[in-house]
């Protein structure tokens, strides 16, 4: 037949793996997922009460202040504008009077309502940390023995321990 030969040009027609296409401005290989992520999670993030709830737990303290922080935890924020309170159980009655002053409190915070209700549920909080005492430095032994000789009259040993314990914080917390 009479047909010419064609030499097929490979060098541009099979896409490279490996590296930019020559001439081409695309690079191919990794790219930065950061934009891609973002935009996948939007809708899921802003379905789960968005930044505002982040915001909420990272700036709790400063909100409602630092008593109500101490028994309180916002654990989640619903659409209709319902923030989820874990409380202890000592406050919670105290909480529900103060609910309307709490939900300015942090609709003030952020400069729009945000908070429409509270929705209080008692149980352990999850940031509780151990009561912290005041550091006692240690007792000199001077200062030891002056106490048991204080003590030494006592009969009843509970009595005496209790006493001890608390000799120990006076004279070690006096600074």
Known sequence: MGGTNRQRDTTNSAPSLTGPAPGSERR????????AVSKLAA?????????ILVRLK????AIIGPDWAAVTWPTALGR???LKLRTASGAA??????????????????GRQVIT???LVQGPLPLASPPTGP???????GEVKALHERLSDITDPELRDALARLGRAVIGGDR
């Open 28 to 35: 191919q290989g990794f790219r930065a997922v950061g934009m």
């Open 43 to 51: 809708p899921i993030v802003a379905k789960r009460g968005g930044g």
């Open 58 to 61: 990272a700036e709790w303290g």
């Open 80 to 82: 209709d504008g319902a």
């Open 93 to 110: 009655l105290e909480l529900q009077h103060r609910a309307p002053l709490l939900i300015e409190r942090i609709n003030l915070f952020f």
């Open 117 to 119: 209700r509270l929705a």
């Open 135 to 141: 550091i006692l430095r240690p007792l000199g032994p």
